[in-house]
């Protein structure tokens, strides 16, 4: 169905959100909701407990979120938090705490999360302030209960997220201890990435009568999903547009359609993309009937090559020439996978699904192969030698269609002319050269950090006793990151943890974004997106790290 310009445009008004939810999701760039929170939002609305099968990268956060801000009331006086999420690591602590605070930004939702390496007096001001929702790990939270620091008596939601991974991690009696403590009138929901007896049990013993979902049961019918060349590449955030590039660089796709999750990011990578020489046009849910008539002219007259899009706007898109569709994250379902890779490859035509999958999206894959029961090759990113040898290719393959046309006779003169003075193969390479220049192959020599796929979380790089040595320092900061100075280190006591929760505590940044950190004894490093840069900096120039105030700038460039 196409899209109207004046529908609703966030697709989650029919899910009976609060209107300050629905204006954050719009502001969000969300367009519709994820599987997982369309079938796990209304239940949860309606006040059942929750099992949930679901990974990472499926938006499964803002499933349990929504329906806790939803059930919070505006501008809460009361100290002690309405609400409980459990999560397996200081990272998601952080994430799901930047999350459920965007969401609810408009209901005044104060958010906090409660990790270890954080001091913890900070989190002891901030609780006996008053807070809604606190996103802890286990080892943590039994700590502040008992200090009496945190008080879950008025709590009417706990959630249990990454549920397996808490199990993992060694904190199945920490789970236990607090869900006794916790009201017996709660709502308690529980997500998982997989479903091992163990969680079973737990949710035998904590939930009551939960609704059961699962993403990815569904099977698609045999031979509904189209035959096309299926291939993942595992890469950092940091590097995504870096090995997008790459990727459509060799690659060379007639007509692309890449996809991405929100608004935001679709204008921000097509933006990104025509930087680097591509003809991108975007195409999202805030964009006019009119204009998209024209992008699509454009794709359609070639003018165009690739078409960033989210899903919504995509829908009813039908485009002959496309060859290859590219995932720019994995899809929050094995649906919408087939959907989207099923644009191409049609009518014994070859086609090529792309996905960008970040290490630890990697379980998801998984899921859409056991679902498309089709295999996807995770490649590794093309090198710089790789993309070398593809472009001579291309230059080889464009000389000899030249070749073949017979329209060559008035450039006899030209290289008769320097026969006199060159062997015929030097005049030959010459030409080779120029038009290889030509054909506008940009000079890429960065290399693309290789990753492994993984399901457990990232652990950040620390500085080894010896700092910040002199090799290291002159080295450049990673492609798309920028080196920020910080002006306190080792001997005040600064651990890679204090930065992250510093930067990720006062900017729009999460741990995940924070690239490799480097500790001297009077200064730091930090990498940051470069975008993000100058945010951060003005950010943390407000802000304390471990209670002082420290300088916070660009670093100077030590090289020559
Ligand atoms: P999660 O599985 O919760 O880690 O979410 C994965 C990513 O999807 C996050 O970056 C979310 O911001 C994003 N996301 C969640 N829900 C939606 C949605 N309905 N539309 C677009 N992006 C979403």
């Given at each position: 169905m196409p899209l109207d310009a004046n529908e609703d445009r966030t697709g989650f008004a029919e899910l009976a959100l609060r209107p300050e939810l629905l204006g954050a999701l719009s502001g969000l760039g969300y367009e519709e909701p994820t599987p997982i929170q369309r079938e796990a939002i209304p239940p949860l609305l309606e006040g059942h407990d929750l099992l949930g099968q679901a990974a990472t990268g499926t938006g499964k956060t803002a499933a349990f979120a929504l329906p806790v801000l939803q059930r919070m009331e505006k501008d809460?006086?009361?100290?002690?938090?309405?609400a409980l999420v459990l999560v397996p690591t200081r990272e998601l602590a952080v994430q799901v705490s930047e999350a459920v605070h965007r969401y609810g930004k408009d209901i005044g939702a104060r958010v906090l999360p409660i990790y270890g390496g954080q001091p913890i007096g900070r989190q002891l001001r901030a609780l006996e302030r008053g807070v809604d929702v606190v996103v802890a790990t286990p080892g943590r939270a039994i700590d502040h209960m008992g200090r009496g620091t945190l008080n879950l008596d008025q709590l009417k939601m706990v959630v249990l997220d990454e549920a397996d991974e808490m199990l993992d991690m060694g904190f199945a009696e920490d789970i236990d201890q607090i869900l006794q403590a916790v009201p017996e009138q709660r709502q308690t929901v529980l997500f998982s990435a997989t479903m091992p007896p163990r969680i079973d049990r737990m949710a035998r013993s904590h939930l009551r009568e939960p609704v059961r979902i699962q993403i990815g049961r569904e099977t698609t019918p045999q031979g509904e999903a189209p035959r096309v060349r299926q291939v993942a590449y595992v890469v950092s955030r940091a590097h995504k547009p870096a090995a997008l590039g790459r990727v459509l660089d060799v690659e060379a796709p007639t007509a692309a359609i890449v996809f991405c999750r929100t608004r935001d990011e679709v204008d921000q990578l097509t933006e990104t993309l025509n930087g680097r020489g591509y003809r991108a046009e975007s195409l999202h849910g805030g964009i006019s009937q009119e204009q998209r008539d024209r992008v699509m002219n454009r794709l359609r007259a070639g003018t165009a090559d690739l078409l960033v899009a989210t899903d919504v706007a995509a829908r009813g898109l039908d485009v002959d020439q496309l060859t290859h569709v590219i995932n720019?994250?994995?899809?929050?379902a094995p649906e919408s996978y087939v959907h989207r890779i099923g644009r191409v490859g049609r009518a014994g035509r070859e086609g090529v699904a792309i996905t960008l999958a970040e290490p630890r999206e990697h379980s998801m894959l998984k899921t859409i192969e056991r679902v498309t029961k089709q295999k996807i090759e995770i490649e590794k990113i093309p090198t710089v030698a790789d993309l070398r040898a593809r472009r001579l290719e291309l230059t080889r393959a464009a000389l000899h269609e030249s070749l073949l046309e017979d329209d060559l006779a008035s450039f006899r003169v030209v290289v008769e002319s320097l026969t006199d003075e060159f062997d015929l193969v030097e005049v030959a390479l010459a030409a080779v050269k120029l038009a290889h220049e030509a054909s506008g192959a940009a000079a890429d020599e960065e290399e693309i950090p290789e990753v492994a796929p993984r399901t457990e979380r990232p652990r950040r790089e620390q500085s080894g006793p010896?700092?910040?040595?002199g090799a290291r320092r002159g080295r450049g900061p990673t492609a798309g990151m920028t080196r920020l100075f910080v002006g306190a280190g080792r001997a005040a006591r600064i651990r890679p943890q204090d930065l992250v929760g510093a930067i990720a505590n006062e900017s729009r940044?999460?741990?995940?974004d924070i690239g490799a950190i480097e500790i001297a004894d009077r200064f730091s490093l930090v990498e940051v997106p470069e975008e993000a840069a100058e945010d951060v900096i003005s950010a943390l120039r407000g802000a304390t790290i471990k209670g002082r105030r420290v300088q916070v700038r660009r670093e100077r460039d030590t090289t020559a």
């Open positions: 809460r006086s009361a100290t002690a938090p309405m720019y994250n994995v899809p929050s010896g700092g910040v040595g940044l999460n741990g995940r």
